[in-house]
């Protein structure tokens, strides 16, 4: 299962799914048959909407030869044109540059990380993930010399244009910049840089088994990865007083995974954080990060821009927050309401409920159906989830269909006494305590409290649903999805005067 999980770049999970909907077979020693494997490939891949999602490798390859000869073709003649990297990046397919996690990075984007940063003839300069050279070419016209200037990339044409760009600018031809995989090649390396700017590959699709490889090596612990892998990597070539900028997606600053890389990232000092929003087609927002490699002082502010808006937050602020997520979102004004709140009585979920997915049907369409019938029951989807109801129905389910689900909940939960259900895809706390024993599919989720939880399910909700609780929610995490990670960390305050006086216009709401 693993092997078939490496050769079509997802993971176990979804290719054991892909053998309980039949698309894949067993043969007698429980190997998944060739046979079903080139099926699978010809009739399914990259068509039906799960397998599209799953499965990007085979959706629009391009053809690496022909672009390759387009590039060389261009690199060899006497007119040269610096925009060549964007026309690079125009032919590579989505697909090619989701497995590799390529996101070239606009211009304006290298010049406002790379803006204020010194640099003098002595300056060395890295970037471990060069592609078309845009941070290379900026530091060398900010002053850095471009024998100084390193890079590798293991694409080999970007590499080939980064040298060429180089070259054009300087009249140098360099030997530093390569293509290799940084990863691989890092701790070889004879010296430690003054500057390293990148843009790391963002989920880059490597097995788990490099994953583990790579983690242990840089001591990445649960951040594994690619961009993760990249920072830690990074950090172990960057020379004391060094200043590393990195342009992360924008879950690194708060989802769990990324924990460990937080905290090595607040053993330095965080001089900026700058939200561009999203500038890559089809993926989060762009978040940069810039690192001085020294500790940090009691005092020292970070700066950081949000929806267009500057503020200074207190690094040490960081510190304090639930996984060390990096809330550059939240004002220092802002912030000292948090703390007051985090100080006050309160619960949490961690440990205090059972926890369970709405229904993955694998197959909505065939699965799930519009009108009423004989044995079918009602299903319930996120957005019929309100605060104080649930929806009239709009689609059904034939519980029989169950065992053929791509994933199921434990049964009890369906038909508990109380559960709250929740939305999963939201910018909100949206909670309603259900006491019919419904079934959801899987844009809503559940829980089921403990029996000897303080609070009832009606209560809990009603806090979830508060104005106060919303807006604790928004400083803490700001997602868009409602993770059950979250959840269990967020404060519940049982002060219930406190969320009748809280007010939102005090806070900028």
């Known amino acids: 299962m693993n092997e078939a999980a490496d050769l079509f770049h997802v993971s176990s999970s979804t290719i054991h799914n892909w053998v309980k909907e039949g698309l894949l077979l067993f043969d007698e020693e429980h190997r998944i048959t060739l046979e079903s494997i080139r099926r699978f490939q010809s009739q399914h891949a990259g068509k039906h909407k799960l397998q599209a999602r799953a499965n990007k490798l085979l959706k629009d390859e391009h053809d690496a030869a022909e672009v390759g000869n387009a590039i060389q073709i261009e690199l060899c003649a006497d007119a040269f044109d610096d925009a060549i990297g964007n026309r690079y990046e125009a032919m590579l397919s989505e697909s090619y540059k989701n497995k590799e996690g390529i996101t070239y990075t606009p211009k304006a984007i290298v010049d406002d990380m790379m803006r204020d940063i010194p640099v003098d003839e002595h300056t060395l300069f890295l970037d471990p993930c060069c592609g078309s050279g845009n941070f290379m070419v900026k530091a060398i016209e900010m002053g850095v010399a471009p024998e100084h200037v390193y890079g590798f990339d293991t694409d080999a044409n970007a590499v080939a244009i980064a040298r060429r760009r180089i070259k054009e600018k300087t009249g140098y031809d360099s030997s530093n910049v390569v293509c290799s995989d940084f990863l691989k090649g890092c701790q070889r390396l004879h010296q430690k840089f003054d500057l390293v700017f990148t843009n790391p590959p963002w989920g880059k699709k490597l097995s788990k088994k490099e994953r583990d490889v790579y983690a242990k090596r840089y001591h990445a612990g649960i951040s594994s990865d690619t961009s993760s892998l990249f920072l830690f990597s990074i950090l172990s070539v960057l020379k004391p007083n060094g200043i590393a900028g990195l342009l992360m997606p924008e879950s690194f600053y708060k989802i769990a995974v990324y ?7 607040l053993q330095n000092t965080i001089l900026r954080i700058m939200d561009y929003g999203k500038v890559f087609k089809n993926m989060y927002s762009a978040v940069s990060i810039l690192v001085k ?3 940090c002082d009691a005092s020292h502010e970070v700066s950081c821009r949000c929806n267009g808006e500057e503020h200074r937050r207190l690094q040490n602020g960081f510190m304090s927050m639930p996984r060390c997520n990096l809330n550059y979102w939240t004002k220092e004004k802002e912030m000292r309401m948090v703390d007051q709140l985090m100080q006050q009585p309160h619960l949490t979920l961690k440990g205090q409920a ?10 909505n369409e065939k699965m799930c159906k519009r009108s009423r019938r004989i044995g079918l029951k009602p299903v319930y989807r996120g957005k019929d989830i309100l605060r104080d109801r649930l929806k009239a129905a709009e689609v059904y389910i034939n ?10 909940p434990p049964m009890w939960m369906f038909q ?3 559960k709250l259900v929740y939305r ?36 809990v909700a ?3 649903n508060s104005p106060l609780t919303n807006w604790l929610f928004k400083q803490l995490f700001n997602t868009h999805k409602i993770l059950k990670s979250d959840l269990e960390l967020l404060p519940i305050i049982t002060d219930l005067s406190l969320h009748r006086s809280f007010n939102l216009l005090d806070f900028g709401g």
């Open 259 to 265: 924990e460990d890389a937080r905290k090595a990232v």
């Open 399 to 408: 519980p029989d269909d169950f065992p053929r689900c791509q994933q199921l």
């Open 462 to 464: 009603e806090i979830m």
């Open 416 to 418: 508990a006494p109380e």
């Open 354 to 363: 059972s926890w369970g997915l709405g229904i993955v049907t694998g197959n």
């Open 424 to 459: 999963f895809i939201s910018n909100e706390l949206v909670f309603f305590c259900d006491t019919h024993q419904r079934y959801i599919l899987n844009s809503a989720n559940m829980l089921v409290l403990n029996e000897d939880f303080p609070l009832t399910s009606k209560q």
């Open 293 to 295: 490699h020294e500790k």
